[in-house]
């Protein structure tokens, strides 16, 4: 058996499990019923808005790639944006590496590419961690020292990205701070700290350019909005108005995005589920209302992958086994044309 047969396996019994548990106790026709009553309108209104975080996520990347953001048209950075969320459907989640070659195809340095997507997974990380808090602090039975422990997370999240903007623009600052520590805690050379942290002053580097950095996360926030708007109006769909609506949809999509980052996983199918009913519970929803929102929510946003990845791909003329190999073309007309479209 090979090693790649091996990590689908693993892959699907993961899957499996995590089904298991998301599914435990749950009356599946029940869940099947719901899911076919839904509101079709609402089920349109969230299909647009996560159209949208594409969308506003193709903004928010070019803008990253600085001068070469500039050449690419914004059709093809979604196009490639929607191509890696399809395949990052797939075990290994592979779409950022295929991101990376992908733009080189059109001129982009792969090492400009990873860069730029260091910093997206920096700010996306930071934005989670900060709505988790402050859905964590509004639960309504949560304890007074909880509450606080997660507001204090928030605000903690926000000063350690301030400090290492400011590091990443005065990097002799961080290195001083680590050769003090270093002096004093002598064990910690055996771990190559200094090599660790210029890694991360180097992905933090283009957020030390003012307008880069405003530009980054004014289209963040923009972007997690979108994500926000496409949960909100699939509980509308299924009548599930019981509840604090945007606490559900806060907490939602914060788990949501910390199932999605388990890359031993078919789909993310059973962990996001899981998530989804986590935080359907915590806000008083039925089980089986949770559950049956997980999948709604999920089969929209593997649809809307698969569409708009599809579309990607035939916009930009690339088979799916080439974008996932960076089989380059051979005419190289991607670097000429690129620039010239709207």
């Known amino acids: 058996m090979g090693r790649r047969t091996a990590f689908f396996i693993i892959s699907a019994l993961v899957s499996a499990l995590f089904l298991w548990l998301a599914l435990r106790g749950i009356d599946l026709q029940a869940v099947i019923d719901s899911i076919r ?27 990253l790639l600085g001068d070469y953001g500039a050449k690419l048209s914004l059709r093809t950075t979604f196009s490639i944006i929607g ?21 080189a195809r059109y001129g982009v340095p792969v090492v400009t590419a990873a860069t730029s997507i260091v910093v997206e997974r920096i700010l996306d990380t930071l934005l989670v961690v900060v709505l988790l808090a402050f859905g964590l602090s509004r639960l309504p039975e949560s304890p007074q020292a909880e509450t606080s422990a997660a507001a204090l997370v928030g605000v903690a999240a926000v000063v350690a990205f301030v400090v290492l903007l400011i590091f990443a623009r005065y990097p002799h600052y961080a290195h001083n701070l680590l050769t003090w520590f270093e002096a004093r805690l002598t064990f910690l050379k055996r771990f190559n700290l200094r090599r660790l942290l210029d890694n ?42 019981n509840v604090d609506v945007l606490l559900a949809t806060v907490l939602g999509i914060t788990l949501a995005s910390f199932s999605i980052a388990l890359p031993v996983s078919v789909a993310s199918i059973g962990p996001f589920e899981g998530a989804i009913r ?52 051979g005419s190289g007309d991607e670097v000429r044309g690129s620039s010239g479209e709207n």
Do not use: C
């Not at 839904?38 to 803008?63: E, H, M, N, P, Q």
């Open 37 to 63: 009553q839904a509101d079709i309108g609402w089920i349109l209104v969230s299909a647009v808005f996560a159209f949208g975080s594409l969308v506003t996520r193709a903004v928010r990347w070019r803008g």
């Open 83 to 103: 191509i890696t969320f399809l395949i990052n459907q797939l075990p290994l989640r592979a779409g950022e590496v295929a991101r990376s070659l992908l733009a």
């Open 200 to 241: 991360v002053l180097e992905g933090l580097q283009p957020l030390t350019n003012g307008p880069r950095l405003i530009h980054a996360l004014v289209w963040t926030l923009i972007a997690w909005g979108f994500s926000l708007a496409t949960l909100y109006p699939l509980l509308l769909a299924l009548n599930i108005t």
């Open 278 to 329: 986590v935080a359907g519970e915590a806000v008083g929803m039925q089980a089986a209302a949770a559950v049956s929102l997980g999948f709604l929510f999920h089969g929209l946003s593997i649809l809307n992958y698969a569409i708009w990845g599809t579309v990607g791909l035939v916009t930009l003329g690339v088979s799916l086994s080439d974008a996932m190999s960076g089989k380059p073309e």
